[in-house]
């Protein structure tokens, strides 16, 4: 006996759906399904053998005289009995559960709910899986996360970022997601994507969307002063050293105030500078952390004063004002863009950070998918995770959420109709900066080994990258601030 893959009921719960959207949304497609019961009718095929014909024959052997002496072997076949069979396939009514399953997540912004929503709906219809989300605050994620993994009381999916991926792997709270990028082939991916996910070769998660950081340029500035394009570190330094005009207008906008040290990850990597190496060794005093440390320092000299008490949202409303002319910032910004100051769009342009060593470039902003560790339903999790992931249902999500998100659907980011979209299009040379960053860009200071990734969330709590940075800001020299940011790196290690 084989399942058929096509369930009558899934059908025809699609049907209920689509006319229940039509009435009232989300809230009737779960009234229908609760009158429905807490199961799905769906087919299996049943193969029988059914006699068709009989064919009867036997073999005989004879013995034929050829010479008086001589004799030869003959053998015919004489019908003895044979039995045809043909298939038949009878529909055969089984059931299938509905789970209501657990996510955690930070979601908050109406329309980012309700797309998500409506994307996980969709899902749910044919994974017949029933969403119950619970909104935990980013800063309270890991030690309710911590405290669930000891209770045994995980959800059975979070919502997380790369570092925290990758910590939790080694802490046993999230699972592997190798069924669910089966399921869905891991070729929908971006191979930078997707490694940001994997820890030892192993990917714990799958790549929801993508906020990468980008610079943000006055391209009518440019062109109003003939300056070259911002396709090397050189030239934006440059650029920005010739746009600055303080106090109408800084060339640049360092800061440093933001938890992540967000300066740090978009000027190390492209530099090929981290925290730690691949095998988890003690590497931020290197060359290329103080030639970062260097282009650092004077890009805040074309700044306006104080970066350590400055933030990424203060550079956001300096720059739509009109007082910087540069900024590093996610592609989020461009929904800024569209919500205060629509008719900027013209004069500004973003790039992907370039690179000056290797192959890294600019953070890699990213928000994962992970099944837990604790579900009791690993294989209809990756069954709604391939269905979340199906390239229909991942467009017509991207297309109604939040603007300013890049997708990390394959197909999604060569989609005419995606980019085309009436809410797209508008900042759609934005967002696609942020796509092509995607390939280059890196998650954070370390290069996916499992011990230096597990170890990155203490060294970034505890602030050694950052107060790195603002030593050399307040005149020490980036030698001695490499000096001792190796030191206490080293500390980390050792407690650990």
């Known amino acids: 006996m084989t399942e058929s893959s096509s369930r009558t009921g899934a059908l025809s719960r699609r049907r209920l759906f689509r006319l229940a959207a039509a009435a009232?949304?989300?809230?009737?497609?779960?009234?229908?399904?609760?009158?429905?019961?807490e199961t799905e009718?769906?087919?299996?095929?049943?193969?029988?053998?059914?006699?068709?014909?009989?064919?009867?024959?036997?073999?005989?052997?004879?013995e034929v005289a050829v010479e008086k002496v001589v004799t030869q072997e003959v053998i015919r076949e004489v019908p003895v009995q044979q039995v045809i069979t043909q298939r038949?396939?009878?529909?055969?009514?089984?059931?299938?559960?509905?789970?209501?399953?657990?996510?955690?997540?930070?979601?908050?912004?109406?329309?980012g709910v309700a797309a998500q929503d409506a994307w996980f709906a969709r899902a749910g219809i044919s994974a017949d899986v029933r969403m119950n989300r619970e909104v935990v605050p980013f800063r309270e994620t890991e030690p309710k996360i911590l405290a669930a993994k000891a209770a045994g009381t995980l959800p059975d999916m979070v919502w997380s970022q790369p570092d925290a991926t990758w910590s939790w792997s080694g802490q046993e709270i999230v699972a592997p997601a190798t069924d669910a990028l089966d399921l869905m082939g891991r070729d929908i991916f971006g191979e930078n994507d997707l490694n940001a996910t994997a820890v030892d070769g192993v990917n714990y998660g799958v790549p929801q969307f993508l906020w990468p950081h980008i610079l943000y340029y006055r391209s009518d500035l440019y062109a109003q002063h003939?300056?070259?394009?911002?396709?090397?570190?050189?030239?934006?330094?440059?650029?920005a050293q010739a746009l600055n005009n303080p106090p109408d207008i800084y060339g640049y906008f360092t800061y440093l105030l933001d938890a992540h040290p967000k300066m740090a990850w978009s000027l190390m990597p492209a530099h090929d500078a981290y925290v730690f190496d691949e095998n988890g060794n003690n590497s931020i005093n290197s060359e290329g952390t103080i030639a970062a440390l260097k282009l650092a320092k004077a890009l805040d000299e074309v700044s306006a004063p104080g970066a350590a008490a400055r933030h990424e949202g203060h550079g956001r409303t300096e720059f739509i004002r009109g007082a910087t002319a540069h900024m590093v910032s996610s592609t989020s910004f461009s929904g800024t863009f569209l919500a205060d100051k629509p008719e900027m769009l013209e004069q500004v342009a973003a790039v992907a950070q370039p690179s000056v060593a290797g192959t890294g470039a600019g953070l890699a902003g990213m928000n994962i998918l992970n099944i837990t560790t604790q579900t009791d339903y690993p294989d209809r999790m990756a069954e709604f995770f391939a269905a979340l992931f199906d390239r229909p249902n991942y467009q017509e999500w991207f297309q109604s959420t939040v603007i300013g998100w890049a997708p990390t659907h394959v197909a999604v980011q060569n989609s005419d109709e995606y980019w085309g979209h009436p809410r797209i299009a508008p900042v759609a040379h934005i967002i696609r900066a942020g796509v092509d960053a995607s390939q280059m860009a890196w998650v954070g200071g370390s290069k996916y080994g499992s011990k230096g990734s597990g170890l990155l969330g203490t060294v970034t709590a505890r602030n050694i990258v950052k107060d790195m940075f603002i030593m050399v800001f307040d005149g020490e020299s980036p030698e001695d601030a490499a000096a001792w940011a190796e030191a206490e790196v080293q500390k980390v290690i050792d407690e650990n």
């Open 41 to 62: 009718v769906v087919t299996k095929e049943v193969i029988k053998e059914v006699p068709v014909e009989t064919v009867v024959t036997k073999e005989v052997i004879k």
């Open 24 to 37: 009232g949304g989300t809230a009737t497609v779960a009234m229908i399904l609760g009158a429905c019961g």
């Open 226 to 239: 003939g300056l070259p394009d911002p396709d090397s570190w050189d030239n934006i330094l440059a650029n």
């Open 88 to 111: 038949v396939v009878e529909e055969v009514m089984v059931e299938r559960e509905i789970l209501d399953i657990s996510f955690w997540d930070f979601e908050t912004r109406p329309l």
